[in-house]
């Protein structure tokens, strides 16, 4: 999904810590779109080849089927592009080269992961150092799949430990 402040959206969510990861060694992150994942690239080369007429090339691309929100990223991303060449287009479209350069704030973030590493915990997710503080949810170390697994992890540690407690004090 494509956004004034950038990108955004499930397929970006799966790589989060992937591209949080090289942000923050390299300051920045690459990554190629396929915005036409339908279409082979020697064929989208020949539908874009077809004669132009009297169109702009803006109404030329429209008219072959691509969104003007997906030439805007091209020519905003691939600043040599030859843009008569319309292989050089279908290449483009095909595998977009995005340089992203920062995350959005963390106010904003749905999810995220902390720092507590799972080795500095027990199985009951009391801190090895510190028996008597637990810890659960986003405050360990640990990236789950967006789509409800985060609350139930979350949900499922605190269930865990909560036992883990009451076995103690019954113990
Ligand atoms: C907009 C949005 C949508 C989401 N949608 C989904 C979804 O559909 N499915 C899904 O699985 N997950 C979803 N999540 C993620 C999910 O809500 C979180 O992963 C989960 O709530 C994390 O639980 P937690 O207990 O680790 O942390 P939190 O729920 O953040 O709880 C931490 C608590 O600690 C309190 N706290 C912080 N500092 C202190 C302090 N110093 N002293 C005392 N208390 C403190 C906070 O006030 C807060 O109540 C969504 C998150 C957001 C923001």
Redesign the pocket.
Known sequence: MLTKYGLEGGLLYAFSAELRDQLQSKGHAKISLDLMPDIQTDQLGQRLSKPKGRNSLSNHLRKSGIAPVKSALVRDCCTNLDKDDMNAWAQALKSCPVLLTDMRPMDE???TA?GVPFDELNEDFSLKSYPNIFC????IDWD?P?????????LSM?FHLGHAILARHDG
């Open positions: 973030a749905i999810s902390g659960s949810g986003e405050m789950a967006t789509g409800g697994y985060l609350l139930t992890a979350c605190g």
